[in-house]
């Protein structure tokens, strides 16, 4: 930006002309001049500090990710190359692409040894192009759109108050740019998140997709930690006290297309709570988020088994409403400072420093080698790489993990039927424990087309997990096949009875512990059929009663050692010397057939059983 007011003060106007000549050349010449490549070889790992492993790709690609912004034409601002969002969505009206502001702000604005963007003018140039088209973007009510010209929707607006938020931040404090420019990017900030807490409409769709509105918790907290404003207080407290009994249902997720959903909920939501509890730590709202978490954390501790190894976790994924995620090796959150049950699913300090040596010891034996910038995928450059690295860090100590797992319910007691049930649907999320296993059984109105019910989860605390019903399938979900075997009876929705002990438990919202003893769970299976489920101490058997031909299919998880054996009435698998026995029946016939499907790096195979009006079968451990 080019000041004449100070220079004319004391020097002739011809001087006053050539100095602000220069600048204009200069800037024009930053503004041509591409951004230039990094030299990996002139540097080394030892160079990078154990938080920045990840940043020898990230400088390596930085160059040609900030010269794809363009320079001139009616777009201009615009980053063409699709990094960030998958290229047919890379449109110059997606204000998603446009959150890598906050890669090129976090190059400008970050000093460190091995950081040549550091106040660099090429870099300027561009990220003041981006921040101008960003903001010519924008709708005069503050919205900005996602997916078509003009359509202004809750997630472009709400994630681009999260990231502008830290975009200001580190401007805040960086080299400057262009004061003009930036109070309009203040200002369209502060439209965008005052459209986001006060439009009813994207309030209304963030009760079904809380992971898109609550991003505005962190863009409103970073927002007024630089501008002290008093209306946007106000209405943020209205919306985190709505948002409380809106957001997460009783069973413990956050809604996600009304219900749980492992992805988006691990994922974009926890991004959140990190970004709101950075900026809310030690405060009342930051107690907010904590209770928040705490509540998630509860719900996870039964969806969750761990391996017996501890090297990951496995999920009960067939409830889930839109993405595919069927296990997890770690969810770290630096909320579990404050919730002693998100540990359990934490990388230790112990653990962290095994992966900082072996990363290091790869960095140092491909050197300067990197990997690749996979161009068209979503994920080959993500703003979220630039979002934390300010943010508090926070790992449990190995005991403190250990203590933590010790207490999830299914480790700390060998006995238990425990039921979660939603306000907003009539969904009720059963789990059995008994000695020798620990099941997931999802009953009630099925309200997605992806969502399998029925058993969705079967594991054993020295075999791991057996069984995983498989979301989006007809052929790796577990349960009953239409009479034509085309469709699944658990791919629609199962209103269910419970009895314990032969007495009737009525469903409750809310979480609950039932009474102690053998739970039985039935349903119908169209106008004809039944089906039971009973959980005992012996294992649990299955009855299947339908006029005509049953076809049952049982998914299993096997890893490439698993070697299944089917004879006439069983199939017997073991696996760290115990014995998983699936028996039938001489009456049923049985085949295993493998399938496309994998979880966790185990195949998806199925057992599929057939017989004729009726058929019983029984899944129980032992030890060898």
Not at 38 to 44: A, I
Not at 311 to 331: H, I, P, Q, W, Y
Not at 337 to 347: D, H, I, W
Not at 429 to 444: E, K
């Amino acid at each position: 930006m080019i000041h004449t007011g100070y220079l004319g003060a004391f020097y002739p106007l011809a001087v006053v002309f050539a100095c602000g000549l220069a600048i204009l050349t200069a800037c024009c010449s930053a503004q041509q001049a591409p951004v230039p490549q990094t030299d990996l070889s002139k540097l080394k790992p030892s160079d990078f500090a154990d938080d920045d492993l990840d940043m020898p790709y990230l400088l390596h690609h930085f160059a040609r990710v900030a010269n794809s912004v363009l320079m001139d034409g009616p777009n201009r601002g615009f980053l063409s190359l699709p990094v960030w969002r998958n290229a047919k969505d890379n449109k110059p009206y997606n204000a998603r692409v446009m959150e890598s502001h906050l890669t090129l702000a976090w190059f400008y604005c970050t000093r460190k040894p091995w950081n040549p963007y550091y106040a660099s003018p090429e870099v300027r140039a561009r990220l003041e192009a981006m921040l101008d088209f960003w903001c010519r973007m924008q709708n005069t009510d503050g919205q900005f759109s996602e997916y078509r010209d003009l359509g202004w929707n809750l997630p472009a607006t709400a994630f681009a108050t999260k990231f502008m938020g830290e975009t200001l931040q580190l401007l805040h404090s960086g080299p400057p740019i262009d004061k003009a420019l930036l109070d309009r990017v203040v200002a369209a900030d502060r439209k965008a998140i005052l459209v986001t807490l006060t439009n009813p409409t994207l309030y209304k769709h963030g009760c079904s997709y809380s992971n898109q509105f609550t991003n505005v918790w962190g863009g409103a907290f970073a927002y007024l930690k630089l501008f002290p404003d008093a209306e946007i207080d106000k209405l943020l407290d209205a919306r985190l006290k709505d948002a409380a009994k809106d957001f997460q249902s009783p069973a413990g997720y956050p809604y996600e297309a009304d219900g749980p959903d492992w992805g988006y909920n691990m994922g974009t939501h926890h991004s959140n709570l990190y970004v709101a509890w950075n900026y809310t730590r030690g405060t009342e709202r930051g107690e907010r988020f904590l209770d928040e978490e705490a509540r998630w954390a509860d719900w996870l501790s039964y969806n969750a088994v761990r391996e017996p190894d501890g090297s990951r976790f496995f999920l009960n994924r067939a409830v889930e409403t839109r993405g595919r995620k069927g296990d997890f090796v770690r969810m770290n959150t630096p909320l579990a400072e404050g919730v002693e049950r998100s540990r359990a699913f934490m990388t230790s300090q112990g653990e962290r420093a095994t992966e900082i040596a072996r990363t290091r010891q790869q960095l140092a034996a491909d050197w300067p080698k990197v990997a690749d910038l996979p161009v068209g995928s979503a994920g080959a450059y993500t703003p979220y790489e630039f979002l934390y690295r300010s943010m508090i860090q926070w790992y449990p100590t190995d005991e403190q993990q250990a203590q933590a797992l010790a207490k999830v319910p299914y480790l700390a007691r060998d006995r238990f039927n425990h039921q979660r049930v939603d306000s907003r649907y009539a969904v009720q999320y059963t789990f059995v424990r008994h000695p020798g296993y620990y099941a997931a059984v999802n009953t009630g109105r099925l309200f997605r087309e992806q969502q399998r019910y029925g058993l969705g989860l079967l594991w054993n605390q020295r075999t791991g997990t057996l069984l995983q019903s498989q979301t989006l399938t007809n052929d790796a979900a577990w349960g009953t096949l239409t009479p034509d075997g085309k469709k699944l009876c658990e791919a629609s929705s199962i209103p269910s009875t419970f009895t314990v002990g032969g007495s009737p438990v009525i469903p409750e919202v809310g979480n609950r512990d039932l009474p102690e003893g053998d739970l039985t769970v039935g349903y119908l299976l169209g106008k004809e059929g039944q089906k039971s489920l009973s959980f005992t101490d012996a294992g649990i058997v299955v009855t299947v009663r339908r006029p005509g031909a049953i076809l049952e299919q049982i998914p299993l998880l096997l890893a490439d050692t698993d070697k299944p054996t089917l004879t006439a009435d069983t199939m017997t698998l073991v696996r760290n010397n115990t014995a998983f026995t699936l028996s039938f029946g001489p009456a049923v016939k049985a085949e295993l057939k493998a399938t496309k499907y994998a979880s966790g790096g185990r195949k998806v195979t199925v057992l599929c059983l057939t017989a004729t009006d009726m058929m019983t079968y029984r899944m129980a451990f032992a030890d060898q």
